[in-house]
Antibody
Framework: EVLLLESGGGLIQPGGSLRLSCAASGFTFSNYPMNWVRQAPGKGLEWVSAISGTGTNTYYADTVKGRFTVARDNSKNTLYLQMSSLRAEDTAIYYC????????????WGQGTLVTVSS | QSLLTQPPSASGAPGQRVTISCSGSSSNIGDNIVNWYQQLPGTAPKLLIYTNDRRPSGVPDRFSGSKSGTSASLAISGLQSEDEADYYCSAWDDTLNVLVFGGGTKLTVL
């Protein structure tokens, strides 16, 4: 069974930094691209970032480019999202999701971790 | 405003058939596969339809997807109360090199 468990969320002041983690199990982690998707309170889904299985290729939404960095440690089966220069509009539940075939087919999702940016 | 346009709401009575549309452009739906996600209240999204019209294991055949040109549709037949959820379409956009989601459609079972 595929399991994705996010952690690292919390309350952070504007301008601050936070690192999210996503621990994966139940599949060969290095074989699959991974994504971060967020959902602001009461809003729809917004794709944030993706990373290839090897970690060589990364992709970002314009809203986070230059502020967020996606990375993975395949030896630890863990995905990361380093977030800096956080803004109020970054407040959301952050989900990690496994990509079935690098086509944006997000076939497994974690339960999400809440990030609140507020003073 | 999302690059993929969905109606904000849809509704139907139990047993009826409803369809949810998703309109995009040549750089996303026109050139790439469309996937659909179901998000039940208070839960994480779940893959419902992938590669335009395929159902993951465990998804009832009441759910079906289709794509034509720069638009896609999700159909739900034999509507049930447990289908009440938010539904999102998604596709990769080749011009922006990003994954885009539709704004979501809230389905109400009357």
């Amino acid at each position: 069974e595929v399991l994705l468990l996010e952690s690292g969320g919390g309350l952070i002041q504007p301008g601050g930094s936070l690192r999210l983690s996503c621990a994966a199990s139940g599949f060969t982690f290095s074989n699959y691209p991974m994504n971060w998707v967020r959902q602001a309170p009461g809003k729809g889904l917004e794709w944030v970032s993706a990373i290839s299985g090897t970690g060589t290729n990364t992709y970002y939404a314009d809203t986070v480019k230059g502020r967020f960095t996606v990375a993975r440690d395949n030896s630890k089966n863990t995905l990361y999202l380093q977030m800096s220069s956080l803004r109020a509009e970054d407040t959301a539940i952050y989900y990690c999701a496994k990509d079935l075939a690098a086509g944006g087919i997000l076939d497994s999702w974690g339960q999400g971790t809440l990030v609140t940016v507020s003073s | 405003q999302s690059l993929l346009t969905q109606p904000p709401s849809a509704s139907g009575a139990p047993g009826q058939r409803v369809t949810i549309s998703c309109s995009g452009s040549s750089s996303n739906i026109g050139d790439n596969i469309v996937n659909w996600y179901q998000q039940l209240p208070g839960t994480a999204p779940k893959l419902l339809i992938y590669t335009n019209d395929r159902r993951p294991s465990g998804v009832p055949d009441r759910f079906s997807g289709s794509k034509s040109g720069t638009s896609a549709s999700l159909a739900i037949s034999g509507l049930q109360s447990e289908d009440e959820a938010d539904y999102y379409c998604s596709a990769w956009d080749d011009t922006l090199n990003v994954l885009v989601f539709g704004g979501g459609t809230k389905l109400t079972v009357l």
